[in-house]
């Protein structure tokens, strides 16, 4: 399925709801069905060239340090060796990543976004791309530390739940 970016309307979206229900209807996890989501909004939209209109589609979820998987604590206890873990600070985790790149097509390709602790001062120095998605979203970092549902400041967000970064 594809449809072109300029021409979007609620009936493309709702066709292209049942087709990622479709495509993700035999994954067990919800890693492999965000995985799945990443490649299938990376590929179902397309300009007037018929080029896919996102460099690079993400998906991330905050967790707690003892809810993640030992895979993803070995990641951050590399990158952060020195770090003071508790059991209840907040990571940004990765569970799907769709791209240009190919290390971009899997998320366990990532070298850098794996992980991270959204209680690092530094983290939007570290890494550009948030720091442009929190911009467009009007979001203090300090907001990530606690479950808060007011990320989604306009109507539309509330409704869908998903939101666009240009130029990220």
Known sequence: M??????????????????IKEKCINFSSFEEITQELMRVLYSSFVTEGGRSPFVLARFFKSCAYDKLPDDI?????????????ISSNKYLTL????????NWKNRNLSE??????????HL????????AVFDKIGLNLSHLKQTDKSILIKDYHRQYRVFCVENA
């Open 124 to 131: 939007l120095d570290k890494f550009p791309m948030l720091s």
């Open 73 to 85: 604590k070995n990641y951050i206890h590399n990158k952060e060796p020195k770090a003071n873990f």
């Open 95 to 102: 569970l799907g990543s769709f791209g240009e790149l190919d």
């Open 2 to 19: 594809q449809i072109n970016f300029n021409q979007l309307s609620i009936a493309k979206i709702i066709d292209l709801s049942k087709h």
């Open 112 to 121: 850098n976004y794996k992980a991270f602790s959204i209680h690092d001062e």
